[in-house]
């Protein structure tokens, strides 16, 4: 059993995983160097703790809350800070809803994105939205989709060094800004092809909106189930983003003649790469759990999130 700081209550009561009434448990994450989102908390917590719903933070961003002395506070970011959580809100950017993912993975809670940036395509919602948020949170008007991940090993002549995962991409880059980055690449065993370039993402389609489209990769529908390999200012005749089998074993390969790269993975967990070093990347046996509000398609997501240009449309005949 995980060890729980609490709030003292005006009873004077400890709390430890539940509400006073034994009731439900939000955990909630904000990235509280925002204003915007420290009074965005402050309206979700009030609003929870008005339906007689628990709330429970970090004690590292607790203090930087202005939170009544119900809220439960953890002093360490584990997967089992959100034992007895029905849900984990996540307040923020997209650097904010991907660590959200790194508690949802690691605990199988479903996680309810608020987007507080710019894009957010992993949100459910907008900061003008929180009250339907609380709202669907407390009558539990919402539905759990699991989404995609990818598990990534490195390996280092033939020995494996490191083990990560990503919810959107794994990206092997180069370091030194005046070497391209010597690579040959892999898929399902086979080499396919090798060229200098300043890196290769390797996504699944939740990312296929986020680093992997910065590089020039397709927007992969959220339900499509596939791996994207995408090459970063590649010099070569054939560097075109490949889109491959679920199933598939995508591996990139650095050079021994190479400069040393860099694994980053979500943009959030890096390691450094030697010259020789492979990278294996195939599907994630452990999904995370979206919480989602309403049945928008992906194409209106789309286009809202991107300001794409629709006038003149006219739909199909009736």
């Given at each position: 059993m995980r060890e729980t700081q609490t709030r003292q209550t005006q009873t004077g009561q400890t709390q430890t995983g539940e509400t006073q009434s034994g009731a439900r448990t939000v955990f909630l994450l904000a990235h509280t160097g925002r204003p915007a989102a420290i009074r965005s908390a402050e309206l979700v917590v009030q609003g929870l703790l008005r339906s007689g719903i628990g709330v429970r933070v970090l004690d590292a961003e607790a203090v930087d809350l202005p939170l009544p002395p119900e809220v439960q506070t953890v002093k360490e970011a584990t997967a089992d800070c959100i034992d007895d959580c029905e849900l984990i809100v996540v307040l923020g950017g997209d650097g904010t809803l991907l660590r959200g993912a790194e508690f949802a993975r690691a605990s199988g809670v479903p996680m309810l994105g608020v987007n507080l940036g710019r894009v957010g395509f992993l949100a459910e919602a907008e900061r003008d939205d929180l009250d339907k948020v609380v709202d669907r949170v407390v009558t539990k008007a919402y539905e759990v989709e699991e989404r995609m991940t990818i598990d990534v090993v490195v390996r280092r002549n033939g020995d494996v060094v490191h083990r990560d995962w990503a919810m959107n991409e794994a990206a092997v880059q180069k370091v030194s800004p005046e070497r391209m980055l010597e690579v040959v690449l892999e898929i399902d065993g086979r080499p396919v092809t090798g060229f200098g370039c300043d890196g290769i993402v390797c996504a699944t389609p939740t990312g296929s909106t986020a680093y992997a489209f910065s590089a020039g990769g397709p927007v992969v529908?959220?339900?499509?189930?596939?791996?994207?390999?995408?090459?970063?200012?590649?010099?070569?005749?054939?560097?075109?983003?490949l889109v491959t089998s679920p199933d598939s074993v995508l591996a990139v390969e650095v050079q021994p003649h190479t400069p040393h790269g860099v694994l980053w993975c979500d943009g959030r967990r890096t390691v450094e790469l030697p010259s020789g070093a492979r990278v294996e990347v195939r599907r994630g046996e452990v999904p995370v759990r979206l919480a989602r509000l309403h049945h928008a398609s992906f194409t209106d997501r789309l286009v809202a999130k991107f300001a794409l240009p629709v006038s003149g449309w006219r739909g199909a005949p009736q």
């Open positions: 529908w959220p339900e499509v189930e596939a791996l994207l390999m995408v090459p970063i200012s590649a010099h070569a005749l054939f560097a075109k983003p």
